[in-house]
C-alpha cells in the first residue's frame, strides 16, 4: 500500500502564496503520476494539476493556469504545488493523489489508486 504524506496547508490572504508538499514511497515515486485535487464545501472533487511520471506532461484545470505549478523533485520523492496569487474562490480541502503509470488523460478521469489525507487552505478576502 502507497501512503501519500501531505502538508503545506493553512491560512493566507489574497494575491498571497503557499507551496503544497507530498511525498511518497521512493520506490514507486518514479512510476507515479501525481496530481493535485480540491475540494469545496458542497462541491465535487476535483483535479486541479497533475504531473506524469516521467514528467513529460502537466495539466492544470482553466482556473489556476498562470497561478498554480504542479513540480517534483525526485531526490526527495516529493511533489509540490505552488500556489501564487491565490483568490478567496481557491479555499478548499486539497488532495494529493496518484496513479500507477496513468496518463494524464487517465489522470483527468479517475479514480486514482492512492490519496494523501488531505489538507485545508484557507484564503481570506
Known amino acids: 500500500q502507497v501512503q501519500l504524506v501531505e502538508s503545506g496547508g493553512g491560512l493566507v490572504q489574497a494575491g498571497g502564496s503557499l507551496r503544497l508538499s507530498c511525498a511518497a514511497p521512493?520506490?514507486?515515486?518514479?512510476?507515479?503520476?501525481m496530481g493535485w485535487l480540491r475540494q469545496a464545501p458542497g462541491k465535487e472533487r476535483d483535479l486541479v494539476a497533475a504531473?506524469?511520471?516521467?514528467?513529460?506532461?502537466?495539466y492544470y484545470r482553466d482556473s489556476v493556469k498562470g497561478r498554480f505549478t504542479i513540480f517534483r523533485n525526485h531526490a526527495e520523492n516529493t511533489v509540490y504545488l505552488q500556489m501564487n496569487s491565490l483568490k478567496p474562490e481557491d479555499t478548499a480541502i486539497y488532495y494529493c493523489?496518484?496513479?500507477?503509470?496513468?496518463?494524464?488523460?487517465?489522470?483527468?478521469?479517475?479514480?486514482?489508486?492512492?490519496w494523501g489525507q488531505g489538507t485545508q487552505v484557507t484564503v481570506s478576502s
Open positions: 504531473i506524469s511520471y516521467g514528467d513529460r506532461s502537466t
Open positions: 521512493g520506490r514507486f515515486f518514479s512510476m507515479l503520476t
Open positions: 493523489a496518484a496513479g500507477f503509470g496513468y496518463s494524464i488523460a487517465r489522470m483527468v478521469e479517475g479514480p486514482y489508486d492512492y
